[in-house]
């Protein structure tokens, strides 16, 4: 029994000198396996969220950088251009030109104001800006960001640290900064690199003619509300994406609620951009292409943007008769039609089908009817130019014409694809889009074939257009740019989206791994090179456009332009030394906005195009340059109470590029001063051209009309209460 028990006790011995020599036992191994390989999982998971923590941080600080950076930009290019800083307070109004003039002066008006409800007031219920009439200006010319302006200004106790035009134009190129900073987060947040958002700045910087109008207009209402929207869509990008966690989705729905609500209180055509962004949503909902909830919930944020803005816009009724209301409603509409209608049966498989003709319908009959019951004089005019631009109908009216002859309302022309082009931002987009449409149009394929989309798509899938976000962009840059490719004014919307697209595209390992998908790669691994391509394609953008438009831009920074108006400062400072305080004047509508601006003075018409009204004005006070006689004139201007009238020598003796496009041509049309023969047009008339005749100081203009200024651009005459007829 002992020498039996002594191999037992050895084997013992030698299974505990196995365990400690460093061999473990299986029930050893059972037991410490899951802790080893928890720990593992954990430092795993912790390295992840620190990769991730450092990715974000370095993104955020580049696309906030970039903003920044922009903003600093757009601020010294001012300066250097219009010599801010050394100029008089009148001779920096004067770079305020036509609308913008208009904007500003009535953010001067509120500054000057004893209190802010006031200055409101007085603004609302205004009576000193034109003659005769009163007008709510807060409501009629969006003046919104004024308000916000001024009460920011105050609030902060800016007055005695900034002047005021420096603190307004610093919030305008602010935003512009944040514009930046958003596109910079869309295509980051699509292409999941913000070496995309890198790209996606630097083409918008060097195509800036193309992509902004700050350089022509700082006030301009589109300048205050496009970094809105693009705020708006980068959340929305977010909003739909099928990979985000619930605290993130709470917060995109948060930043598209309020960034909406904020771009339709900034600019009254805001409500047509969202119209196109709706159409978007919906071509992507009905063919089946993201979650149906996700769309519903931002048609009912359209809803409560459209009521609260009705409300807090003095029940402005061009949003109750806006297409966008019709439309929202009539997806509501089917919806629930669609709803009630028991699934798998014949009705409901046949609305499935006509969805689309159903809500088409819908929404323009809600639109008639609308326009039937609401009282609106929701831009007519623009109904009028649509059907004039597309060849529908012909017009003689002098501001159809004159509106028709815009540069911003003509076809682009070949001098901006050739801009695109040359920073290599046009072929690129095309590339980008040409991939995205082919692998939209197979997952649509799939979908009608019954196919289910996939819940998570993988980089080795190879497709692009199953991710919801990119195939709102696709359809969302499609349509801009047809009304891009229509009207050149509306480049401001598009461009800055296909440089984000492109960004994007030239960025993302999927849509290079979708293109070899196709191509179906075997002598190089498709997702190595999609990824090496991911990296380097823009890389190499990058060095070339560094290497050819950095110095353009740095020259441009550099070199001082001279912008002086040595006339437009007399004629002012004329005005304010020497004409009655009550005076009101009469003239262009471009230069009455800068005589408000920088006199004060009550002026008999204003740059505006929303009101039938002013537009009537503009028109009848445009005669002073049409082959009429003095007595008509005389009536005209004492009809809208003038006193005093200006005449500007560069429209008297324009010579525009387009014969017919002038001012005083399209008044010849407009009086029917025109005779056509044998295919030549001949203006004709008993009366000479009221702007030369009255040059000439012989009766019966000197009856009517007493000069009292002139410069070589400039001729201010004083309309004569009491007629003296001379031989």
Known sequence: MRERSRPRGRREAGDSGRSAGGVVSPRRERRGAPAAGGGRRLAMEEDMLIQRFVKLFFGCLAAVTSGMMYAVYLSTYHERKFWFSSRQELEREITFQGDSAIYYSFYKELLKAPSFQRGVYELTHNNKTISLKTINAVQQMTLYPELIASVLYQASGSEEVIEPVYFYIGIVFGLQGIYVTALFVTSWVMSGTWLAGMLTVAWFIINRTDTT??????????????????????????????????????????????????????????????????????????????????????????????????????????????????????????????????????????????????????????????????PHKENEHLLKFIEVKLGLNTTKNFTMNWLLCQESLQAPSQEFFLRLTQSSLLPFYILV??????????????????????????????????????????????????????????????????????????????????????????????????????MAVPTIIGFSLWKEFFPRIMTELSELQEFYDPDTVELMTWIKRQAPVAAVFAGSPQLMGVIKLCTGWMVSSLPLYNDDDLLKRNENIYQIYSKRSAEDIYKILTSYKANFLVIEDSICNEVGPVRGCRVKDLLDIANGHVVCEEGDSYAYSKYGRFCHEIKMNYSPYVNYFTRVYWNRSYFVYRINTVISFQS
């Open 213 to 374: 109008r700050i350089d022509y207009s700082i006030p301009s209402r589109e300048n205050w509300a496009l970094p809105y929207f693009a705020c708006q869509v980068a959340a929305l990008t977010g909003y739909l994406k099928k990979t985000l966690n619930c605290s993130a989705e709470k917060f995109c729905y948060l930043l598209v609620s309020a960034s909406t609500y904020t771009f339709m209180m900034m600019w009254e055509y805001s409500h047509y951009l969202l119209f196109v962004q709706a159409v978007s949503l919906f071509l992507l909902d009905s063919f089946a292409l993201a979650q149906t909830e996700k769309v519903h919930e931002v048609y009912k944020i359209y809803l409560f943007s459209l009521f609260l803005g009705y409300l807090l816009q003095f029940e402005n009724s061009a949003l109750l008769v806006s297409p966008l209301l019709s439309l929202v409603a009539a997806l509501m509409l089917s919806k629930c039609l669609q709803m009630n209608v028991k699934k798998g049966t014949f009705m409901s498989r046949w609305l499935k089908i006509m969805y689309i003709y159903l809500v088409l319908t819908i929404t323009v009959t809600l639109n008639f009817l609308l326009k039937m019951f609401v």
């Open 433 to 534: 889009l040409i991939i995205c449409l082919f692998s939209v149009t197979q997952v649509i394929f799939r979908r009608i074939c019954g196919e289910p989309l996939k819940e998570t798509i993988k980089l080795e899938d190879g497709r692009i257009g199953e991710r919801p976000e990119i195939v709102y962009h696709v359809i969302h840059t499609i349509l801009l740019g047809c009304l891009a490719m229509c009207l050149e004014g509306m480049k401001y919307l598009w461009t800055p989206y296909v440089c984000m697209l492109a960004a994007f595209g030239v960025c993302s390992p999927e849509l290079w791994m979708t293109l070899f998908k196709w191509l179906r790669l075997k002598a190089v691994h498709p997702i190595l090179l999609a990824l090496i391509l991911s």
